[in-house]
Each structure stands twice: as structure tokens, then as C-alpha cells.
């Protein structure tokens, strides 16, 4: 039982310390963000959120939704 609960506080933790650096990230100006290595970009409306390192770029935005859910449409019958 302890363990249980030493995670679910770990994992608390490590997702307040993410929201926070995704938070103050993503409200840097964009001058800082075009020379930083690494950065994120998220809007809510219409959804876009993008981490970009030098060399790499995740994207997910509301049309990954809609083919997610096309591809499970297609795939089960």
C-alpha cells in the first residue's frame, strides 16, 4: 500500500513540475523561442500543440484526432 501511494504522489509531482515548464515555455516570446533549442507551442482553439527540439518537431493538433478516429473506424468493422 505504501507503494502505491509513494508513486501517486511521484507521479502528482512530476505532472505539476511538466505543467509548469510547459506553461512558462509556451508563454516566451517567440524572438527567445526561435533561438532556444528547445520549445513548445500550444493554443486551445483550434487545438495545437507542438514541441520542437533542433532537429525534431511533435505535433498534435485537432486533425490527429479526427484520423485517429477515422483509422479505428476503418479497422474495426
Given amino acids: 500500500m505504501k507503494k502505491k501511494y509513494s508513486f ?6 512530476l505532472s ?3 505543467y509548469g515548464f510547459a506553461k512558462v515555455n509556451n ?6 523561442k526561435e ?11 483550434p487545438f495545437d500543440f507542438r ?3 533542433k532537429d525534431y518537431t511533435f505535433k ?3 486533425k490527429t484526432f479526427l484520423n485517429i478516429k477515422k483509422g479505428i473506424k476503418n479497422f474495426i468493422p
Fill in 16 to 18: 505539476i513540475v511538466l
Fill in 51 to 53: 514541441i520542437e527540439t
Fill in 27 to 32: 508563454s516566451l516570446p517567440n524572438f527567445i
Fill in 60 to 62: 498534435v493538433n485537432s
Fill in 8 to 13: 501517486l504522489i511521484i507521479f502528482f509531482y
Fill in 35 to 45: 533561438r532556444s533549442n528547445f520549445s513548445i507551442y500550444c493554443k486551445q482553439n
